[in-house]
T-cell receptor, first 113, second 115 residues
Framework: DAKTTQPPSMDCAEGRAANLPCNHS???????VYWYRQIHSQGPQYIIH???NNETNEMASLIITEDRKSSTLILPHATLRDTAVYYC??????????????FGKGTHLIIQP | NAGVTQTPKFRVLKTGQSMTLLCAQD?????MYWYRQDPGMGLRLIHY???????AKGEVPDGYNVSRLKKQNFLLGLESAAPSQTSVYFC??????????????FGPGTRLTVT
């Protein structure tokens, strides 16, 4: 799997959009970008994933650059409950195997009141 | 629908003792995983299973064994616990996947301390 680089921590004001960057400059053509988050002491939670196109769901938006070397997760209206560690993961489906996910250290997002 | 549950939530062991962690899921998922998370670190894959009766090694399998006798359950065993196995253990599951999709559902974790 390609490696990802994320800032260790970020602050965002409550009610503002939180933009979390991720660099994955060695990503290959068939690797997906996944985002998970982990609220303190809980198990990780899936947020969103994408391959080439931008994606949006009820939780967030994912913007992937045209060259796919970086992406941004956007939480449109951050709340205090969004304070968590956010993991950017690059994943390639290898077929047949179960393929666990490779979690780095992520970005600790702190939403300020 | 409880999702993924883990038993126990907390445990303290002495070096050399053994124990089994239980993971159960009620979503009829084919794939199940055991991860460990050390302080300030991301999760690392210990073992996984692609279906009932199957298991395979992940990134850090040494010192652990697993079994998947029933589709809904995935057991993680420590035969002789060591202080290096002090960690938080997470179980996860996912449905049979098509290309690219690997949305894993995680349990609440088991906090294990080995003294």
């Amino acid at each position: 799997d390609a490696k990802t680089t994320q800032p260790p921590s970020m602050d965002c004001a409550e009610g503002r959009a939180a933009n979390l960057p991720c660099n994955h400059s060695t990503i290959s053509g068939n690797e997906y970008v996944y985002w998970y988050r982990q609220i303190h002491s809980q198990g990780p939670q899936y947020i969103i994933h994408g391959l080439k196109n931008n994606e949006t769901n009820e939780m967030a938006s994912l913007i992937i650059t045209e060259d796919r070397k970086s992406s941004t997760l956007i939480l449109p209206h951050a709340t205090l409950r969004d304070t968590a560690v956010y993991y950017c993961i690059v994943y390639m489906y290898s077929g047949g195997g179960a393929d666990g996910l490779t979690f780095g250290k992520g970005t600790h997002l702190i939403i300020q009141p | 629908n409880a999702g993924v549950t883990q038993t126990p939530k907390f445990r303290v062991l002495k070096t050399g003792q053994s124990m089994t962690l239980l993971c159960a899921q009620d979503m009829n998922h084919e794939y199940m995983y055991w991860y460990r998370q050390d302080p300030g670190m991301g999760l690392r894959l210990i073992h996984y299973s692609v279906g009932e009766g199957t298991t395979a090694k992940g990134e850090v399998p040494d010192g652990y064994n697993v079994s998947r006798l029933k589709k809904q359950n995935f057991l993680l065993g420590l035969e002789s616990a060591a202080p290096s196995q002090t960690s938080v253990y997470f179980c996860a599951s996912t449905a049979a996947r098509w290309a690219g999709v690997n949305e894993q559902y995680f349990g609440p974790g088991t906090r294990l301390t080995v003294t």
